[in-house]
């Protein structure tokens, strides 16, 4: 199936970490195209000024300052929402996308949470909001439907994953279940209408490869986040007694920068036709241990230091606190994932998933995102005491 030169995209999800640093690539790489965004607002206005707003921030983060004018100047938001009947657009906007197209799509939207008490935001997100937008937009005219998914769809499973789109036997939490029914549904209805897909798959999305920045708060850097707050909140008890933790020294966790995820979706999205219907994983080569990571982490934290060790009943009370609030991450670091990049041969992917950390680079993310969420604290206080 022949594709058409990519000039109009459609990104939902833009104002988040992903979808705005694909954002910002997809547009950096081709100067001619112009990005169609879906973005909540309850007037054009408010939509651009928030998607500018965010694109601006991710540039700067991202140590490409010089970028947002020209991005913002491509990027044009329109009003709108996953959960919404119609995804909330009006004639008008259908009208505009159907004249722009045909549209190259990455649907980058989803929830991150994973709890039964988040459920039904998870499935209204993750995958009514997944159907809904393949049932707005295919049928005004798209090129390609990319769908960013997530590597832990594999569920649990542990050792090699490959780019498959068969279902694992168990999953961990409801947002990889959640995940797994969207991929699916991409594939059913682009089948229906002779579209073409393609499933992108991010492994654990961290702070720009040289920065060290990220706009968001998610995975591994929110363990760190959640570590800081135990620190606080036992007045310092880490900063003389080392964090026990429950994992295996030699374990890997697949952390990739997210200007290499970023980088990966739009070299395959350039590779053109060779890349269709295809699974990618967006993952490392060079991941982590356990071992190093939590005395990367801690050590940026001013804390003690970490221990890892086996079971439960190894842990002291304030460590098997943070076992409690780790609840997400725990299955994430009890088995080493391998993921294969055997798609990496359909296109020519910037740096091949070689993503180097060390302590210097992780101790920069940590510190960064600590310091958010402590300005977002101080900020909740001086509201609610107001």
Not at 8 to 26: D, K, N, R, S, W
Not at 65 to 75: F, G, I, L, S, W
Not at 135 to 159: D, I, W
Not at 296 to 322: H, M, N, Q, R, Y
Request: net charge neutral.
């Amino acid at each position: 199936m022949p594709t058409v030169t990519p000039r109009a995209l459609f990104i939902t999800g833009a104002t988040g970490v992903v979808g705005g640093a694909a954002a910002i690539e997809l547009l950096r790489r081709d100067p001619d195209a112009v990005a169609y965004c879906l973005v909540r607002g309850a007037t054009p206005e408010v939509a651009t000024r928030r998607l500018h707003d965010a694109l601006t921030q991710a540039a700067v983060a991202y140590g490409a300052p010089e970028a947002a004018a020209e991005v913002c100047r491509r990027a044009v938001a329109i009003p709108g929402d996953i959960t919404a009947p119609g995804l909330g657009l009006d004639d008008a906007a259908r009208a505009a996308l159907r004249a722009a197209g045909p549209l190259h799509v990455f649907h980058c939207a989803a929830s991150l949470k994973d709890t039964e008490e988040s459920l039904r935001e998870i499935l209204a997100h993750n995958v009514a909001g997944t159907e809904r937008v393949l049932e707005v937009l295919l049928p005004l005219g798209v090129a390609v439907f990319n769908h960013v998914s997530t590597a832990y769809v594999c569920g649990r499973r542990a050792g090699e994953i490959v780019e498959t789109l068969d279902r694992p036997r168990g999953f961990n939490n409801r947002y990889e279940q959640s995940k797994h029914y969207g991929e699916h549904l991409v594939v059913d209805h682009c089948s229906a209408h002779g579209v073409a897909w393609r499933i992108l798959r991010p492994a654990i999305v961290v702070g720009h490869s040289r920065t060290g920045a990220i706009t968001g708060v998610s995975g591994f850097l929110g363990w760190a986040v959640k570590l800081a707050a135990l620190a606080d909140a036992t007045r310092g008890a880490l900063r003389g007694n080392k964090l026990r933790y429950v994992s295996r020294a030699d374990v890997e966790l697949n952390l990739i920068p997210v200007d290499l995820v970023a980088e990966d979706i739009a070299a395959i999205h350039a590779a053109g036709d060779a890349t269709l219907g295809r699974v990618f994983h967006l993952t490392t080569t060079t991941p982590p241990r356990m071992d190093e990571l939590i005395g990367w982490i801690t050590a940026a934290l001013g804390l003690a230091g970490g221990e890892l060790v086996a079971t439960e009943a190894e842990l002291d009370p304030i460590s098997a606190k943070f076992h409690r609030w780790t609840r997400f991450e725990r299955p994430y670091v009890a088995a080493t994932r391998t993921f294969r990049r055997d798609g990496d041969a359909c296109f020519a992917s910037p740096r091949g998933g070689r993503a180097p950390l060390d302590a210097e680079l992780v101790g920069r993310m940590v510190t960064q995102v600590v310091a958010q969420w402590r300005a977002q604290q101080r900020a909740a206080g001086a509201s609610a005491a107001s």
